[in-house]
């Protein structure tokens, strides 16, 4: 099905968009006539629809060498940090927790990289789920590697019901680019963590929290007003 990109004077941006995972080819399950299982990068597609349908072009970007980052960089106006698997908590001075899952060091390595070199660029970062934690790791920050032994269970973090269904509320900061993009204090999130930010990077700010204190989302007060315009779009 195409996507509507919305009208907007200029050349349209183009987004980098960061790889979901990277699964072993005995976790793929083969196609018929297709390629035989392999190493291979995952990315949901409405990362990449969404960015169309505001007016960006979508680059999917995967875990390269480091090296290559000036030449991405230069060529791109965004960054999209997708969601993805828990971050190795060695890349914020942490032992492993027993209720971690599985990570991917090559993307850890890279992405990091990515969100630091954006940040001296002070490109637009739009960071979703896990791209949010490595946003805040890439700062200096901490994750709670287990939200439940922190929290309790009042809440559900990691939702059983479909992804289109939100289930509970966060309250929004009232002086935030998030609250005044939404038009609104309260709204309704779906949930797919179980990790969540514990001490928070430099440079920024709480912009929602659910109930139980667990902070949902953030924004880089520094650059806040080069980052708005895409968050505004992919708002709408």
């Given at each position: 099905?195409?996507?509507?990109?919305?009208?907007?004077?200029?050349?349209?941006?183009?987004?980098?968009?960061?790889?979901?995972?990277?699964?072993?080819?005995?976790?793929?399950?083969?196609?018929?006539?297709?390629?035989?299982?392999?190493?291979?990068?995952?990315?949901?597609?409405?990362?990449?629809?969404?960015?169309?349908?505001?007016?960006?072009?979508?680059?999917?970007?995967?875990?390269l060498q480091v090296d290559c980052l000036d030449d991405l960089l230069a060529r791109v106006d965004g960054v999209c940090l997708s969601g993805g698997p828990?971050?190795?908590?060695?890349?914020?001075?942490?032992?492993?927790?027993?209720?971690?899952?599985?990570?991917?060091?090559?993307?850890?390595?890279?992405?990091?990289?990515?969100?630091?070199?954006?940040?001296?660029?002070?490109?637009?970062?739009?960071?979703?789920?896990?791209?949010?934690?490595?946003?805040?790791?890439?700062?200096?920050?901490?994750?709670?590697?287990?939200?439940?032994?922190?929290?309790?269970?009042?809440?559900?973090?990691?939702?059983?019901?479909?992804?289109?269904?939100?289930?509970?509320?966060?309250?929004?900061?009232?002086?935030?680019?998030?609250?005044?993009?939404?038009?609104?204090?309260?709204?309704?999130?779906?949930?797919?963590?179980h990790q969540a930010i514990a001490t928070l990077g430099a440079g920024l700010n709480v912009t929602s929290q659910a109930s139980d204190g667990t902070i949902?989302?953030?924004?880089?007060f520094l650059y806040a007003a080069s980052s708005v315009l895409l968050l505004r779009r992919l708002a709408r």
């Amino acid at each position: 099905m195409p996507h509507q990109a919305r009208s907007a004077p200029g050349p349209r941006p183009f987004i980098a968009v960061t790889t979901s995972e990277v699964r072993a080819g005995t976790a793929v399950t083969p196609t018929r006539h297709g390629e035989p299982p392999q190493l291979e990068m995952a990315l949901g597609l409405k990362y990449l629809h969404a960015i169309e349908a505001a007016g960006g072009i979508p680059v999917v970007v995967p875990p390269l060498q480091v090296d290559c980052l000036d030449d991405l960089l230069a060529r791109v106006d965004g960054v999209c940090l997708s969601g993805g698997p828990d971050l190795d908590p060695e890349s914020y001075g942490e032992r492993r927790h027993t209720r971690t899952g599985p990570t991917e060091s090559q993307l850890d390595v890279f992405e990091l990289a990515l969100a630091q070199a954006a940040d001296a660029r002070r490109l637009p970062i739009l960071a979703v789920c896990r791209g949010m934690q490595l946003l805040n790791v890439s700062r200096g920050g901490t994750l709670h590697q287990h939200l439940p032994d922190i929290v309790g269970e009042r809440i559900t973090h990691r939702q059983s019901e479909v992804g289109e269904r939100p289930t509970h509320w966060v309250t929004l900061t009232p002086t935030s680019r998030l609250s005044e993009i939404l038009d609104r204090r309260r709204t309704k999130v779906n949930s797919f963590h179980h990790q969540a930010i514990a001490t928070l990077g430099a440079g920024l700010n709480v912009t929602s929290q659910a109930s139980d204190g667990t902070i949902e989302s953030v924004e880089a007060f520094l650059y806040a007003a080069s980052s708005v315009l895409l968050l505004r779009r992919l708002a709408r």
